[in-house]
């Protein structure tokens, strides 16, 4: 897998929704959260990744009512999404096992 900033992107937004749709502001705060703010995804890099997902028919999105506020797009992975997760998954689970070994650090 190519190590680039917009794979990396890729794979964090499907992660974020990997356990249920969110929209856009879900996904960054759940990034930051879970990461105690190690990982973040500024809003100018997550709707393009968000909008090429979608493309990519790796994700589907709806507009949602939001109780008194305007409508929101829900973003979720479809079946096509969670199987590119899987693989991305153990991409990065290598390459963190090779990071570890390069660390000095049993994986």
């Known amino acids: 897998m190519a190590d680039s900033g917009k794979t990396r992107g ?4 499907l992660l974020a929704l990997d356990d249920g749709p969110k929209h856009g502001y879900e996904i960054a705060r759940y990034l930051d959260h879970t990461t105690g703010g190690h990982v973040t995804l500024s809003y100018g890099a ?5 909008h090429r997902l979608e493309k990519d028919k790796l994700v589907s ?3 949602q009512d939001a109780s008194g506020t305007r409508k929101k797009k829900v973003y979720a992975l479809t079946d096509k999404g969670h199987a590119a997760l899987v693989e991305e998954r153990e991409d990065y ?3 963190a096992e090779a ?3 390069l660390l000095g650090r049993s994986a």
Do not use: E, S, T
């Open 10 to 13: 890729r794979f964090m937004v």
């Open 46 to 50: 997550l709707y393009p990744i968000l």
């Open 99 to 101: 990071m570890a070994k």
């Open 61 to 63: 999105a709806r507009w």
């Open 93 to 95: 689970d290598a390459q």
